[in-house]
């Protein structure tokens, strides 16, 4: 209803001013606005019988064209002319996959070569397993269909299966929710992965796992006819997001992009979510030779990137031209810091209620925990502890004292229903390699902007809200803090980190690794000597110079840097 009010109050607009007598009456938006599950839906891609098409055609005609009680009948009429279209095409459906599920169980039952079955692969049962519930699904469907009724259910494509049939809709604009992956249940997004192609996480575990907006877009391509339009609202971080790769690559290469513009600082975009909105526009046809996306809605062209500019690339950068020139240019010109060392996301507990801050009954056993809040520029300052449950040499205890067996007892339960919790002593942590690390650079997952510290005390161990670089020697160590700390490489990490609230960007191993990292700065004695000695001003005076910026580079990546504090 909210929906019907909308669009007649925007046709209310379009006639303010004129006479009575030429305002033409409100359109009954009975069967033109429909609410249900768009995503999830077994129906999603089933066709409806021919021979009913004509017979929506002819019933959604005959809506249109009647008032009062022949309105009324007509829309009953087109309800019921749905629910059998609806119905018929389930059948079909679920006859072909019965047939499909019987097939395969057939072929898995042949014997092998000597005679005796052979046994299933772990992808043969996981695709058993996807069949079987698809076939669930489109049975519940049908003995819903049969207990409520004609009007009951919704389906986009019996609703408008002859939109459908004529290859789509014109137009697909849409808000989609955007809820992160770790709040959906486990079944709904093995659902999603199975169903969506670019919804399919990049690693193990939800972290991984794509906003839901990424199942929106994928499936308003499936529904907007070749040639045809969407528009979109999803959050900004998909332009920059690990797990949107897929999706990006594919609007690229498929569809011809209109308009990809972050609205976190538009005036007229006014959200209270905590996630910043990204305007997406694209047409459904091949992109053509030298096409240039604007990352406004309104403003100069000069903005306009070049389509072909962003394929291959990991992220969109939504920056004037000259900064992806700049960008492209480092990145040709100079190994990447993920070529050298890797970064890591810190120790995880699973259980910080447990692990943090425990009793003094057990501090004997506690180290100095740093959390990404607590790291500064060439300092750091612990003020948790954890909990220590592995020995030197990073493994787990294989018996826990007294003390430290007596408080962790009571959460043995909780400690065993951690998502990590695999395999292993219950009292473990997880991604413990970092904390045994001698020489350390660390920085926040989350900050306003990149900042890491050389760890010189080997009894401090980074939470996972830092991301951690192991360096091979002491010198190496300060060479890359004060290398990351330069504002020439904050900027450039402010450029592909993912937007996170309150004007933040999250600093991840991916956005981090990519960032240019020349040889010389491990071996150069003048840079070694400024790392030492802490000198911020030496240090991006000669970032400059190894970098060669010009100083047309350097007063674009200034103009963005206040843009993106």
């Known amino acids: 209803r909210i929906t019907e009010l909308r669009l007649w109050l925007a046709l209310l607009r379009s006639m303010r001013g004129l006479p009575p007598e030429r305002v033409r009456p409100l359109p009954n938006l009975d069967t033109a606005v429909r609410a249900g599950d768009a995503l999830l839906d077994p129906l999603a891609g089933l066709r409806v019988p021919d021979p009913w098409l004509s017979r929506l055609r002819e019933a959604r005609a005959a809506v249109a064209r009647a008032h009062g009680a022949a309105h009324r009948r007509a829309v009953r009429g087109l309800r019921l002319a749905e629910h059998r279209a609806l119905a018929q095409a389930l059948a079909e459906r679920e006859s072909v996959l019965r047939h499909d599920l019987s097939d395969r169980r057939d072929a898995a039952s042949t014997p092998g070569m000597f005679g005796d079955p052979l046994p299933p692969t772990a992808a043969h049962v996981r695709g058993d397993g996807m069949l079987q519930a698809r076939l669930d699904a489109v049975a519940e469907r049908r003995a819903q269909l049969r207990r409520e009724g004609p009007g009951a259910?919704?389906?986009?494509?019996?609703?408008?299966?002859?939109v459908l049939a004529a290859g789509g809709f014109d137009l697909v604009v849409g808000n989609p929710p955007w809820v992160r992956a770790e709040r959906l249940p486990t079944a709904e997004r093995d659902a999603l992965a199975g169903r969506y192609r670019w919804w399919r996480g990049v690693g193990p575990g939800w972290r991984?796992?794509?906003?839901?907006?990424?199942?929106?877009?994928?499936?308003?391509?499936?529904?907007?006819?070749?040639?045809?339009?969407?528009?979109?609202?999803?959050?900004?971080?998909?332009?920059?997001?690990?797990?949107?790769?897929?999706?990006?690559?594919?609007?690229?290469?498929?569809?011809?992009?209109?308009?990809?513009?972050?609205?976190?600082?538009?005036?007229?975009?006014?959200?209270?979510?905590t996630t910043?909105?990204?305007?997406?526009?694209?047409?459904?046809?091949?992109?053509?030779?030298?096409?240039?996306?604007?990352?406004?809605?309104?403003?100069?062209?000069?903005?306009?990137?070049?389509?072909?500019?962003?394929?291959?690339?990991?992220?969109?950068?939504?920056?004037?031209?000259?900064?992806?020139?700049?960008?492209?240019?480092?990145?040709?010109?100079?190994?990447?810091?993920?070529?050298?060392?890797?970064?890591?996301?810190?120790?995880?507990?699973g259980a910080n209620a447990i692990f943090l801050d425990p009793p003094d009954a057990v501090r004997a056993w506690t180290r100095p925990a740093l959390r990404g809040r607590d790291v500064r520029q060439h300092a750091d300052a612990p003020r948790q502890r954890l909990l220590w449950t592995h020995g030197?040499?990073?493994?787990?205890?294989?018996?826990?004292?007294?003390?430290?067996?007596?408080?962790?007892?009571?959460?043995?339960?909780?400690?065993?229903?951690?998502?990590?919790?695999?395999?292993?002593?219950?009292?473990?942590?997880?991604?413990?390699?970092?904390?045994?690390?001698?020489?350390?650079?660390?920085?926040?997952?989350?900050?306003?902007?990149?900042?890491?510290?050389?760890?010189d005390d080997p009894d401090v161990v980074p939470l996972n809200s830092c991301y951690v670089a192991v360096a091979p020697t002491r010198s190496a160590m300060h060479r890359l803090a004060a290398w990351l700390n330069t504002p020439t490489l904050c900027a450039l990490a402010r450029l592909a980190a993912d937007p996170a609230a309150g004007g933040h960007a999250r600093f991840a191993a991916r956005t981090v690794g990519a960032l240019p990292c020349p040889a010389v700065i491990w071996t150069d004695p003048t840079f070694g000597s400024i790392a030492s000695h802490r000198d911020a001003d030496g240090a991006e005076a000669w970032a400059v110079e190894v970098l060669g910026l010009s100083v047309e580079e350097r007063d674009a990546l200034a103009a963005v840097a206040p843009h993106r504090r």
């Open 153 to 162: 259910t919704f389906a986009i494509e019996a609703a408008w299966a002859p």
């Open 276 to 349: 910043y909105p990204l305007a997406l526009i694209t047409s459904r046809r091949p992109p053509p030779a030298g096409h240039r996306v604007r990352t406004t809605l309104d403003g100069p062209d000069d903005a306009a990137i070049p389509q072909a500019a962003w394929d291959g690339e990991h992220a969109w950068l939504l920056q004037r031209p000259e900064v992806v020139r700049l960008v492209r240019r480092l990145r040709a010109a100079h190994p990447i810091l993920s070529d050298r060392v890797e970064p890591a996301l810190g120790v995880k507990t």
């Open 208 to 273: 991984h796992a794509p906003d839901l907006a990424v199942a929106f877009v994928e499936r308003a391509v499936e529904l907007v006819r070749p040639g045809g339009t969407i528009a979109f609202l999803v959050p900004a971080k998909l332009a920059t997001a690990g797990y949107g790769t897929t999706m990006r690559a594919a609007l690229v290469r498929e569809t011809t992009l209109e308009v990809v513009a972050d609205l976190q600082h538009d005036p007229g975009a006014v959200f209270a979510a």
């Open 392 to 455: 030197a040499d990073g493994r787990p205890l294989a018996k826990l004292p007294a003390p430290v067996a007596a408080y962790l007892r009571p959460h043995e339960a909780a400690l065993r229903r951690r998502a990590d919790q695999q395999q292993g002593p219950w009292w473990q942590l997880f991604r413990t390699g970092p904390a045994q690390a001698r020489w350390r650079v660390v920085w926040p997952d989350i900050a306003r902007k990149l900042r890491a510290v050389a760890l």
